[in-house]
């Protein structure tokens, strides 16, 4: 169980939720502290979905977002499926959950293309580059040994 | 100008075979066989020097919605004219193409390769072949094999899987059932007869984009969870990749193996999830009556 990930500079240890250190928390703890946000995402408000997309939209439009075909249409539809009462309304919470699984996608979309341009997106890495990414660094010399002669 | 178009879109990007096209070109085939999944990602094979500036979309005369770049009408690898059957699903897609930035990067846009899948049907199958095809998924489906090993992960799968499967048992009127077993648990006959019914009443657009997040989720409770908007697609993937989520638990999260995979992962499922919700969906407008 005791395996110095944590020693490695750019290997990232992180539970994704709390900022503790993972060895404090007991598993079954751990693992509820990040279901909430999982469940949270279950109950997010039409609101924040919709200014999820617009924000989606903006991050790949750049200034003229307000343009686009995309951000006309999603504040639409968001306008339209407004209700006034109280009332148990089936359509708006299935439009809900699609505009959930849109921001999702958009989302989800932007964050692995960043990782793939980060890690993947260079072609082959030089032997030290690797090396450093798992905290290791190679010998200065060839030789190995003997070289302080 | 339409031959140069053509040669554009012969770099086809389908969902079900995404993986084979491109690869046979001269001497890269043994290379680009042995890598398989790596070349589709490989940056030079399939990225495009972006060729348009502006999209938008347009509906014709058959009421299907049409996509064009700069006034050029989109086509599929196959050449066939790119048709959506409604709005939301063509802003969507517009939306794709207009969000690449100098290169068109085809490995992002899960929602034209799905429809150049339906449209081309680049593996010439009938909605019964998909059908069989998704629920044989079923005998081998992920929240069914628990494991017996660490109690920590034992008890994880009870708590996650059982309250899925127990709502899809309910819902459908049908039994499932988990096993420890590598042989996985006996699903009856009438369990499949049942689900096979049901798919039976989407339509070829809605089944592609089912089975394209059955493939993904290795899941078909989880996937009815999703299409039938019991589960977000964050839960779904969660709790499709449970075991990888309990050993990040234990041994760290990787960013560039992990994070990265989830976020595929999570795109596609939604991708599919889009799909299907928006091809199988018919919008009524109900005006109100005003009162006099």
Not at chain 2, 90 to 113: C, G, N, P, R
Not at chain 2, 237 to 257: C, D, F, K, M, T
Not at chain 2, 259 to 272: F, K, N, P, Q, S
Not at chain 2, 282 to 292: A, E, G, H, I
Request: aromatic fraction near 8%; glycine fraction near 6%; charge should be positive.
């Amino acid at each position: 169980m005791e395996f110095p990930l944590s020693e490695c500079g750019s290997v990232v240890l992180k539970s994704k939720l709390c900022q503790e250190p993972i060895e404090t928390l007991g598993f079954q703890e751990k693992w509820r502290r990040d279901k909430l946000r999982f469940k949270m995402a279950a109950l997010i408000s039409p609101l924040r979905v919709c200014r999820g997309i617009l924000k989606e939209i903006r991050a790949l439009k750049g200034r003229e977002y307000k343009q686009t075909l995309a951000y006309n249409y999603v504040l639409d539809q968001f306008r339209k499926n407004q209700v006034s009462s109280e009332r148990y309304c089936r359509a708006q919470e299935e439009a809900l959950h699609t505009s959930q699984s849109y921001l999702c996608l958009l989302a989800s979309t932007r964050l692995h293309l960043a990782l793939h341009n980060l890690y993947h997106g260079k072609g082959e890495r030089a032997p030290e580059e690797v090396a450093g990414m798992v905290g290791l660094r190679l010998p200065t010399q060839p030789g190995g040994k003997g070289w302080e002669k | 100008m339409l031959r140069n178009l053509m040669r554009l879109y012969r770099r086809p990007s389908y969902a079900v075979s995404d993986r084979c096209p491109w690869v046979c070109q001269g001497g890269q085939a043994r290379l680009s066989t042995l890598l398989g999944n790596a070349k589709a990602y490989s940056t030079a094979a399939s990225e495009r020097k972006k060729f348009y500036q502006d999209v938008s979309i347009s509906q014709g005369d058959d009421g299907l919605y049409e996509i064009s770049l700069d006034r050029r009408k989109l086509k599929t690898p196959g050449g066939k004219l790119f048709t959506v059957p409604n709005e939301a699903l063509a802003i969507a897609v517009a939306t794709e193409w207009d969000a690449q930035k100098d290169t068109l990067k085809f490995y992002s846009m899960h929602l034209t390769t799905l429809c150049n899948t339906v449209l081309d049907n680049p593996t010439h199958r009938d909605k019964g072949q998909i059908i069989t095809a998704a629920l044989k998924f079923l005998e081998t489906d992920t929240v069914c094999y628990r494991v017996e090993d660490p109690s920590g992960m034992v008890e994880l799968q009870k708590n996650e899987w059982d309250p899925v499967l127990d709502w899809i048992e309910k819902r459908y009127n049908v039994v499932i059932g988990s096993s420890c077993n590598i042989m996985g648990p006996q699903i009856p006959e009438q369990t499949k007869d049942t689900f096979r019914q049901h798919l039976g009443s989407y339509n070829l657009w809605a089944l592609t984009g089912l089975e394209y997040v059955i493939t993904q989720l290795k899941s078909v409770v989880l996937s009815f969870g999703l299409i039938d908007r019991h589960l977000t697609v964050e839960q779904a993937v969660l709790l499709s990749r449970l075991e990888e989520e309990y050993q990040i638990q234990h041994w760290g999260n990787v960013e560039w193996a992990h994070d990265y995979d989830m976020y595929e992962l999570r795109a596609r499922t939604a991708a599919g999830s889009l799909f299907v919700h928006l091809s199988s969906e018919s919008s009524t407008v109900k005006r109100k009556l005003l009162q006099d």
